[in-house]
Nanobody, 116 residues
Framework: QVQLQELGPGLVKPSQTLSLTCTVSGGSITTNYYNWRWIRQPPGKGLEWMGV???????NYSPSLKSRTSISRDTSKNQFSLQLSSVTPEDTGLYYCVGGPAYNYWGQGTQVTVSS
């Protein structure tokens, strides 16, 4: 059973860079056709897809976040990470890592608050 676990700071100051890491167990992030995503949910709003890193290391980002977002991976640790730069209070929300050939496996989510 594939399991995902997000890790990161709960509080980030405005203008700083948010960094989150997702550790994957029970499966490899290089498994063919398995893709690894970051999705967030601002308070009171719906889910927002942020970006993906695929099994081959290629990436795609939401157009609205592309200029501030970077997703990378460490295959030796079976982890993938999100960096979101120049954060504002509008980046506050619950952040999920999601993986699989579709949206099969979800982390429990980690709360991120942007505040001074």
């Amino acid at each position: 059973q594939v399991q995902l676990q997000e890790l990161g700071p709960g509080l980030v100051k405005p203008s700083q860079t948010l960094s989150l890491t997702c550790t994957v167990s029970g499966g490899s992030i290089t498994t063919n056709y398995y893709n690894w995503r970051w999705i967030r949910q601002p308070p009171g709003k719906g889910l927002e897809w942020m970006g993906v890193i695929r099994y081959d290391g290629s990436t795609n980002y939401s157009p609205s976040l592309k200029s501030r977002t970077s997703i990378s991976r460490d295959t030796s640790k079976n982890q993938f990470s999100l960096q979101l730069s120049s954060v504002t209070p509008e980046d506050t929300g619950l952040y999920y890592c999601v993986g699989g050939p579709a949206y099969n496996y979800w982390g429990q989510g980690t709360q991120v608050t942007v505040s001074s």
